[in-house]
């Protein structure tokens, strides 16, 4: 099986926090509105938590990749 990771299109981002909100273990805002994503792995506990990320991001800018 191969591994699933996060990423985010930087381009995109708007630094809302709309992903922090729903699984701050994955995403964090810096002071200065930075968006981190502090572990990029998808794994069976945290995969419904990130889609729904990915789902609400009002820029799109969350993917998941295989």
């Known amino acids: 099986m191969a591994d ?12 809302n ?13 810096d002071d200065e509105d930075y968006l ?3 572990d990029d792995k998808v794994t069976p ?5 990130i889609r729904e990320a990915v789902r609400q991001c009002p820029r799109q800018a969350i993917a998941i990749e295989e």
């Open 45 to 49: 506990e945290n995969e419904d938590q």
């Open 17 to 29: 926090g709309v992903c922090m909100g729903i699984i701050p273990e994955v995403f964090h805002l």
């Open 4 to 15: 699933k990771k996060v990423v985010v299109d930087f381009g995109l981002c708007e630094a």
């Open 36 to 38: 981190h994503v502090l």
